[in-house]
């Protein structure tokens, strides 16, 4: 039988796994820490970020559509990371590809606000956006290995510390900012800490077990033929449409439908990202306790069921509550469907993690678009409504899908 068939792949995956599964305990406990650490400054880098997109605006005097076109820089670099680098991760390891990854972002975050010029920023924010990407697929691809290693879920928990490194991002930026540092100083900050422990952090991850030639080839060419990572990359990016549109019409639902204070409003997205914190870390529990099919319809169905509270009844309560309930329930949705697209047989982790991922990033670009555009021919509830739909239809065709793939 060729290097390039499903139970060629198999056998490597397998030879993979019993490498990692004879190192001690210990060793395989400070892989997961390794790779929580990893999780945390990969939020952190991207929040830093985050706060000063008006930073940038008013250094560049961007318009709306020009600074647009900078945030769609960041996002099609990631895209063609997605595209073109799950291969060459599967070949040079996470540890490799984690460092590329995440040098490349922590400098290209440093340069952000020192860029001079806008094209020259256009450059910086596409480079950050491939490696952000970079990092991305492989922190996902040591995460779905140390978890098979230890023999327990664990995604859920390092998507948590994503999130928690996230709010920390932010919330250490608005300090720093409120106390006087410059936005450039910030930004170098927050790029050395995160080099820092990257570079702590790198030595600990599992240890590389190379594909042969032969089966990276056939992996990367069943990638696009693998009806599985199709159906996950679907399920992927329906939950991302939902997901983006929380984090770019929360606050404005609340301000424009619930009329609540600015103050209010800006809770709102607060109690979404709180939500998600909260589910990812109870996310691997009830995965080890009911089943990844049981835990996406759950899930699905507590964001449907949060979402249309919200809609029906536009209180402050009520929706931050709703909007509480949508970020419990969609925490748990890319833990899942990634540590599912990991497994796929005949391809590599890696390469699975980079389609599902990127059909998940036109997710979500999508959702924002979307939501805005039937808002602009009806009201902001009705296209607000395409979230919900969006649950519905997770809640009624993951479990399918992930019973049918037995993950």
Known sequence: MSESTPASSASEHNASLAVHRKLPPAARERARYATMAVFFIAGLLYASWGVHVPTVRDKFTLSPGMLSFALLAVAGGSIFAMLTTGSWIARAGTRAACLAGGITMTVCCALILLAPYYWLLLIVLTVFGFGMATLDVAMNAEASAVEQALARPIMSSLHGMFSIGGMAGAAAGGALLAHGMSPAMHLALASVASLVVLLVSMPAVLPHVPHHDAHAKASSSNRWRSSALWALGGL??????????????????????????????????????????????????????????????????????????????????????????????????????????????????????????????????????????????STLPIGLSVVAACTALIALVGPRILRRLRI
Do not use: C, H
Not at 255 to 279: E, I
């Open 236 to 377: 992927a990016l329906i939950a991302l449409v939902a997901e983006g549109a929380m984090y770019d019409w929360a606050t404005v639902y609340m301000r424009d439908v619930v009329l609540a204070t600015p103050a209010v409003s800006s809770a709102a997205y607060a109690a979404f990202t709180g939500g998600m914190a909260a589910g990812r870390f109870a996310g691997d529990f009830v995965r080890a306790r009911f089943g990844a099919p049981q835990l996406v319809f759950g899930s699905a169905a507590l964001a449907f069921v949060g979402m249309i509270a919200a809609l029906v009844l536009p209180d402050t309560i009520v929706t931050m509550t709703g909007f509480t309930l949508m970020g419990l329930g969609l925490a748990n949705m890319m833990p899942v469907l990634f540590a599912a697209a990991a497994r796929v047989k005949g391809v590599t982790a890696a390469e699975g993690l980079a389609q599902v991922a990127g059909l998940a990033y036109f997710g979500l670009l999508l959702g924002p678009v979307l939501i805005g555009g039937v808002a602009q021919v």
